[in-house]
Every structure is written in C-alpha cells, then in structure tokens.
Nanobody, 129 residues
Framework: QVRLVESGGGLVQAGGSLTLSCAASIRAFGTYGVGWFRQAPGKDREFVSGITWTGAGVYYASSVRGRFTISRDMSKNTVYLRMSSLKPEDTGRYSC??????????????????????WGQGTQVTVSS
C-alpha cells in the first residue's frame, strides 16, 4: 500500500506561482510513475502533468504546458509540480497519483486515470483574479 500526501496548495493571485509536493510513504517511490490531476467545482477531474518512473518522460496538458513543470527528487520520495503564471482557471483540487513502473509513451496514456494504482487526497489551489 502506498500513501500519497500532497501539500503546497493555497490562495494566490493571478500571475503568481505555487509549488505542490507529492510525498510517498515508501522508499520505492522511484519505481512509480506519478501524475498530477485537478478537479474544479462542478467539473470532471482532468490530467495536468505526469512523469515516468525513470524521469525520462514528462507530459503536460496543453492548458498548462510552458507554465507548469513536473520534477522528482528520488532522495526525498517526492514529486513536485511547479506552477507559474497561474490563472483563475487553474483553480481546483490537485491530486497526485502513482502508477507502478509507469512509463507511458504518450500523454494520452499518462492522462488515463485507470493507469494509476494509488491516489492522494489532494490539496486545494485557488487563483484569484
């Protein structure tokens, strides 16, 4: 069982930045591909970004490409999502998810919720205009 804990959310003005963290309860977190998803009120959950277990592959939704950066620190069992130039439409609850040996070859594969084995509870991001 893998427990994922997100942190770093908060209230920020449009144009601002936040860095989210996804920390895992196991040392073998490096064997998991990790994705970030978000859900705004009244909307379906959507894929934001993903990083393969090797770190060689990174994927972004078109709406965040160029503004968000995903990375991982194996020594800290943590995956980060650096969000810049935030917009009000980025508001939502951000959750990370883990896929054992996740090495998706396309953003379509990385964005499938069914690919992931474990999910965190999420952290709220609110961007004011």
């Amino acid at each position: 069982q893998v427990r994922l804990v997100e942190s770093g959310g908060g209230l920020v003005q449009a144009g601002g930045s936040l860095t989210l963290s996804c920390a895992a309860s196991i040392r073998a977190f490096g064997t998991y591909g990790v994705g970030w998803f978000r859900q705004a009120p009244g909307k379906d959950r959507e894929f934001v970004s993903g990083i393969t277990w090797t770190g060689a592959g990174v994927y972004y939704a078109s709406s965040v490409r160029g503004r968000f950066t995903i990375s991982r620190d194996m020594s800290k069992n943590t995956v980060y999502l650096r969000m810049s130039s935030l917009k009000p439409e980025d508001t939502g609850r951000y959750s990370c998810a883990a896929d054992l040996y996740g090495s998706w070859s396309t953003v379509e594969r990385a964005s499938r919720e069914s690919e992931y084995d474990y999910w965190g509870q999420g952290t709220q991001v609110t961007v004011s205009s």
